[in-house]
T-cell receptor, first 115, second 116 residues
Framework: KQEVTQIPAALSVPEGENLVLNCSFT??????LQWFRQDPGKGLTSLLL?????REQTSGRLNASLDKSSGRSTLYIAASQPGDSATYLC??????????????FGKGTHLIIQP | GAVVSQHPSRVICKSGTSVKIECRSL??????MFWYRQFPKQSLMLMAT?????????EQGVEKDKFLINHASLTLSTLTVTSAHPEDSSFYIC????????????FGPGTRLTVL
């Protein structure tokens, strides 16, 4: 059964720093991997989706990479801002993909950017 | 991206009552809808998968007679928590995928259920 682990569980850094959030998964046969943001008590905001054939995706100050063979993904946040404070979730779609399976989520990284 | 709505956003009920949560895909046809729940400080856990017009498939440990799922149309799925107990208090989130959005799931804003 797929397991997704995110490290660190929590991170607090001063504003302006570049930072990396890590995600690992046990079964490398994935369809895609997605990074989400979740604000307290709120739903999910999709940040980046990487198909299994892709190596990375970029959106603004965010860059996500995928190394499927090693079961790892990283989310890079450049020039962090207080508004980036949230919980960041990594989720994978299993190999049967194509709409058949739900996502397996990590427990998230709780990020605080200090002004 | 595609939009999914949920109603209600928050509900408080007494133990033993039933609660229905609606999930709607507003601008796409969701051939598959998923229901997740999230306990405090935990991640989202998949509860069940439903395809339009078919019975839902439940994950191990999720009681199908307690969590009734109906996916009667391509834009609406409902989750009914029957005879709710305080341990059912959680954040319930649905997602949908289908058609042009088939490679991605789009999530609703979630429903906070509190059972007294």
């Amino acid at each position: 059964k797929q397991e997704v682990t995110q490290i660190p569980a929590a991170l607090s850094v001063p504003e302006g720093e570049n930072l990396v959030l890590n995600c690992s998964f046990t079964d490398s046969a994935i369809y895609n991997l997605q990074w989400f943001r979740q604000d307290p008590g709120k739903g999910l905001t999709s940040l980046l989706l990487i198909q299994s054939s892709q190596r990375e995706q970029t959106s603004g100050r965010l860059n996500a990479s995928l190394d499927k063979s090693s079961g790892r993904s990283t989310l890079y946040i450049a020039a962090s801002q207080p508004g980036d404070s949230a919980t960041y979730l990594c989720a994978v779609d299993g190999s049967s993909g194509g709409g058949a399976d739900g996502l397996t989520f990590g427990k998230g990284t709780h990020l605080i950017i200090q002004p | 991206g595609a939009v999914v709505s949920q109603h209600p956003s928050r509900v408080i009920c007494k133990s033993g009552t039933s609660v229905k949560i609606e999930c709607r895909s507003l601008d796409f046809q969701a051939t598959t809808m998923f229901w997740y729940r999230q306990f405090p400080k935990q991640s989202l856990m998949l509860m069940a998968t439903s395809n339009e017009g078919s019975k839902a498939t439940y994950e191990q440990g999720v009681e199908k007679d307690k969590f009734l799922i109906n996916h009667a149309s391509l834009t609406l799925s409902t989750l009914t928590v029957t005879s709710a107990h305080p341990e059912d208090s959680s954040f319930y989130i649905c997602s949908g995928r289908g058609g042009l959005t088939d490679n991605e799931q789009f999530f609703g804003p979630g429903t906070r259920l509190t059972v007294l």
